[in-house]
């Protein structure tokens, strides 16, 4: 009964008040994609030169595995705050964060494109006389991209699960409306922040799949031919 005469007094979705937040609900979401996107891109800026070099050695790819996961299982408000002192309450705050936690999708996913490609290939192309630059450039990277690319959309819909932390600091997009409604008892930013976020997660997972159905033209998927007969 109680529940019931909550519900009754006080819809779950107060429309008014999302109609009189439009800018600020724009607003978060620009800031919620620029998070994930600036986080994501700094990932890969440094997980490919880590994991080009790692693949390099061979006996440092499984070390620098074991450190990209053990950055990931440290906790985000324990991170956020040691880095506040240093940083303080500021985007590069939440853009360090966010960005150690994507090595831990974007390093393996890169080394284990590079294992994925095949020997005989590699042999071809140094019997070609390729250089090491060329070899990386034509052959490995190209054959590696269908595992890097699957890893990079793992990352960029965990990101945007994890941009919603960053409210603890001022930066977490969808995620302010979350906090906000938790604070306040309040289910319409709540639900606002909830709904946003799996709607951008659905987004990126449009926008990515067909970033691969251009990149990967070798591995789109062909319907059934119909077979001829001889006569």
Do not use: C
Request: net charge neutral.
């Amino acid at each position: 009964r109680v529940v019931a005469s909550l519900l009754a007094s006080e819809p779950l979705v107060r429309w008014d008040w999302v109609a009189d937040h439009l800018d600020d609900i724009a607003d978060r979401a620009l800031q919620h994609v620029q998070l994930t996107v600036l986080a994501v891109a700094a990932g890969l800026l440094i997980s490919i030169p880590l994991a080009l070099s790692a693949h390099r050695r061979g006996w440092a790819a499984r070390p620098l595995t074991w450190v990209s996961n053990a950055l990931y299982a440290i906790p985000s408000l324990a991170l956020f705050g040691l880095l506040i002192p240093v940083t303080h309450f500021t985007l590069a705050t939440a853009l360090i964060v966010l960005t150690t936690y994507t090595l831990s999708t974007l390093v393996p996913s890169i080394l284990a494109g590079l294992d994925a490609v095949p020997p005989h290939i590699l042999d071809a192309a140094d019997g070609l006389g390729y250089s090491a630059g060329q070899r990386l450039a034509q052959v490995d990277l190209p054959l590696a991209l269908p595992i890097v690319l699957n890893g990079v959309r793992i990352t960029t819909v965990s990101t945007i699960g994890l941009v919603t932390v960053a409210s603890t600091i001022g930066y977490g997009g969808f995620g302010s409306f979350i906090a906000d409604g938790l604070d306040r008892d309040f289910t319409t930013p709540l639900i606002l922040g909830a709904v946003g976020s799996v709607v951008l997660v659905v987004m990126a997972e449009v926008l990515l799949a067909g970033a691969r159905w251009w990149l990967v033209p070798w591995q789109r998927k062909v319907g059934p031919t119909k077979g001829r007969r001889d006569g």
